[in-house]
């Protein structure tokens, strides 16, 4: 019997936006279990809790049994050989993502040979999305429909209201 085929796609997910569900679908067809999974990141103060983007994560991949969300801390790599997954998925949005990833990936690869990362390119609907314009856009009464999964707006918008005090402008 084939070995099945162990995808990883990490990130911090702070929230999770439709750039984000497009790498994750495209990766789920290219392994038989895909784990999509948060990082409690140390160095990256996060606006939504752990539990949060994990629920977020969850409500939209409901139904997608080879798709399963989890969390980790420390290394990558670590996580990596724990679930045995062989590939880290990740996506590229434009020539300004590749040399941080260029960056992970090779370190990742020096502390774990048996690791390859492989890159994906979203749909080209969502090259400009990034997790803190979404917040930023919620923050400030935007709407972010177009941004996020509708399964997740109403929460969004619930959690960032009245999170920034926006100052008066002047008129001269
Ligand atoms: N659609 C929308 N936004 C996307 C995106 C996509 N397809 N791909 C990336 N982004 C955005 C995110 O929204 C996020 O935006 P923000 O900065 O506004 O919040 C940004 O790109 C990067 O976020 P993310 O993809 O979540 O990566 P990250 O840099 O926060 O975390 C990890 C990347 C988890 C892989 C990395 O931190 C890690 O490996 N941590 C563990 C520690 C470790 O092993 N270190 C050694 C390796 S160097």
Same mark, same amino acid.
């Given at each position: 019997m084939r070995k099945k085929i162990i995808g990883l796609y990490p990130g911090?997910?702070? #929230?999770?936006?439709n750039g984000h569900l497009d790498i994750s679908f495209r990766a789920s067809k290219l392994c038989d279990i895909l784990y999509v999974a948060v990082v409690t990141n140390p160095k990256k103060q996060s606006f939504f809790s752990l539990e949060d983007r994990i629920e977020f994560l969850k409500r939209n991949f409901?139904? +997608?049994?080879h798709i399963r969300v989890s969390s980790f801390n420390g290394l990558l790599v670590n996580y990596a050989k724990k679930i045995k997954a062989s590939i880290i998925f990740r996506g590229l949005?434009?020539?300004?993502?590749f040399e941080y990833e260029f960056q992970m990936a090779l370190i990742n690869r020096t502390l774990f040979q048996k690791i390859e990362t492989v890159f994906l390119v979203p749909s080209e609907k969502y090259v400009f999305l990034s997790s803190s314009a979404v917040k930023e856009v919620a923050q400030l009464g935007g709407n972010i429909k177009n941004f996020? #999964? #509708? +399964?997740i707006v109403q929460y969004i918008k619930k959690k960032t209201k009245n999170t920034v005090s926006v100052t008066k402008p002047l008129h001269f």
């Open positions: 911090s997910f702070d #929230p999770v936006t409901q139904g +997608k049994s949005r434009a020539v300004s993502d996020v #999964p #509708p +399964k």
